[in-house]
């Protein structure tokens, strides 16, 4: 089985990843191995490519995928926030390049089984990585209205965030919310039709809150980006795709306090804090996808890439 999955920003990544025929290149999300697997193309037998993401199913496709390239492949089952360990394992102690493409690919969402979509009466689910012992259901059904509120507030950036996790908490005193369209069907009771109309698809949101708090997205990489561009080589890249506004002010700020890392007063005529840079920031404003790109992939259009360059 190999993934059905449309790489975002394809040509962009291999452009601005600089790649070295004999260099060490990471892919930190590996998923369908579409970016991998023109990466892989690139390298020479000196030349070493390593992938790495959760998800067994995307493990299985990408060795599927890099088969032609596995004398310079290695392929880790693991989360990127394990990074360094896992560089270690494989005696490998700084890279040319590391990139990451976040969120969830087409084939997790187009795999009803998966529960990641609200487009499919499925068990809801939503795991990156299947042998975590909590749900998506979990979170619908065991949160606090509270917490439900906060998650959906915050990561789902719902100005009814309040209202559907008060419906939530309702419709479970009644029985366990189990599917995809059950928990649809309760969105859609707590938010103005007027809206509905207007704003997309109701449940969007609130999917994607309860998708970030299960597989902590957000906190994976805010405790990954700084780490990942230590462990580049002089003049390496780390090359971050991000698709909602909360995974980019994340990726931009820490490129900012990595290119500019000084806390002294702005008064002060000379650094006394000692914090040295680690490098730049390549564009101050992101790459987007292209017209054309955006037409033939709608799920591109929200996309955005950023890039760091190690000093």
Same mark, same amino acid.
């Given at each position: 089985m190999i993934f059905e999955h449309k790489s975002v920003l394809l040509n962009e990544i291999i452009k601005n990843l600089s790649i070295k025929e004999d260099g060490t290149y990471v892919d930190a999300t590996l998923g369908g191995a579409g970016h991998a697997l023109e990466v892989c193309r690139r390298l020479s037998e000196k030349g070493h490519f390593i992938g790495i993401d959760q998800d067994e199913d995307a493990i299985e496709s990408s060795k599927l995928r890099l088969k032609d390239y596995m004398d310079r492949v290695d392929i880790v089952k693991s989360n990127y926030v394990n990074i360094k360990n896992i560089l270690e394992s494989l005696n490998v102690?700084?890279?040319?390049?590391?990139?990451?493409?976040?969120?969830?690919?087409?084939?997790?969402?187009?795999?009803?089984?998966?529960?990641?979509?609200?487009?499919f009466?499925?068990?809801?689910?939503?795991?990156?990585?299947?042998?975590?012992?909590?749900?998506?259901?979990?979170?619908?059904?065991?949160?606090?209205?509270?917490? &439900?509120?906060? $998650?959906?507030?915050?990561?789902? @950036? #719902?100005?009814?965030? !309040? /209202? %559907?996790? +008060?419906?939530?908490?309702?419709?479970?005193?009644?029985?366990?919310?189990?599917?995809g369209l059950e928990l649809v069907e309760i969105i859609?009771?707590?938010?103005?039709?007027?809206?509905?109309?207007?704003?997309g698809h109701p449940a969007k949101r609130t999917f994607q809150a309860i998708r970030i708090e299960l597989n902590k997205e957000l906190e994976v990489l805010e405790n990954s980006l700084e780490t990942?561009?230590?462990?580049?080589?002089?003049?390496?890249? &780390?090359?971050? $795709?991000?698709?909602?506004?909360? @995974? #980019?002010?994340?990726? !931009? /700020? %820490?490129? +900012?306090?990595?290119?500019?890392?000084?806390?002294?007063?702005?008064?002060?005529?000379?650094?006394?804090?000692?914090?040295?840079?680690?490098?730049?920031?390549?564009?101050?404003?992101?790459?987007?996808?292209?017209?054309?790109?955006?037409?033939?992939?709608?799920?591109?259009?929200?996309?955005?890439?950023?890039?760091?360059?190690?000093?």
């Open positions: 102690d700084r890279v040319d390049g590391i990139y990451i493409d976040l969120g969830v690919s087409s084939y997790q969402l187009d795999n009803a089984e998966r529960g990641f979509s609200y487009r009466d499925s068990a809801l689910d939503m795991r990156m990585d299947k042998s975590l012992d909590i749900t998506a259901q979990d979170i619908v059904n065991d949160y606090s209205e509270q917490e &439900l509120y906060r $998650i959906i507030k915050n990561y789902g @950036e #719902d100005i009814f965030a !309040k /209202n %559907i996790a +008060k419906h939530i908490v309702i419709a479970r005193k009644e029985k366990r919310i189990e599917s859609k009771r707590a938010i103005p039709k007027k809206f509905q109309i207007t704003s990942m561009i230590d462990l580049l080589k002089p003049n390496g890249r &780390l090359l971050v $795709i991000s698709f909602h506004s909360l @995974e #980019d002010r994340i990726v !931009k /700020n %820490i490129f +900012k306090r990595c290119e500019n890392p000084c806390t002294c007063p702005k008064n002060f005529p000379v650094c006394v804090c000692g914090n040295k840079s680690k490098g730049k920031v390549l564009m101050r404003k992101p790459i987007l996808p292209s017209e054309e790109e955006s037409e033939a992939n709608p799920r591109a259009k929200s996309a955005k890439l950023r890039i760091f360059v190690k000093i």
